[in-house]
């Protein structure tokens, strides 16, 4: 006799996400896949400052910890439940983008 796994007993596994190891670095896709999210979502909320990688390898790759990862999680939870759609996230990292470039241009004014 084979045991059968209950319907509910899967579903209830399937939902339980991965939790990254503490301790350990992720590329850019590798993190974007833990946190059930495109690569190029990742590299909006860097750009838009919600996100930062652990650092920069000199040839220009990023690494994630556990932390980023669980963050983006977070903020993806956040961004579904409100309704908002990504586009909506990158016109407000433009929009954010552009104020703290006219912020620099005022300052550069009062120094000069």
């Known amino acids: 006799m084979t045991p059968t796994i209950q319907t509910q007993d ?3 596994r399937a939902l339980v996400a991965y ?3 503490a301790g350990v670095l992720y590329d850019l896709d590798q993190a974007a896949m833990l946190a059930g ?3 190029r979502t990742m590299l ?3 750009r838009c400052g919600l996100l930062s990688p652990s ?3 000199p040839y220009g790759a990023m690494v ?3 932390e980023a990862i669980l963050s983006v999680r ?3 939870r956040v961004r579904i439940a409100r309704g908002l759609e990504r586009a909506w996230v990158a016109a407000m990292c433009e929009v954010l983008e552009e104020l703290e470039r006219l912020r620099a241009e005022m300052r550069e ?3 000069a």
């Open 37 to 39: 999210v495109t690569r």
């Open 55 to 57: 650092f920069e390898v």
């Open 64 to 66: 994630f910890g556990p």
């Open 19 to 21: 939790l990254p190891r």
């Open 74 to 76: 977070g903020i993806e």
């Open 109 to 111: 004014r009062r120094i």
């Open 44 to 46: 909006l909320y860097c």
């Open 10 to 12: 899967a579903a209830v």
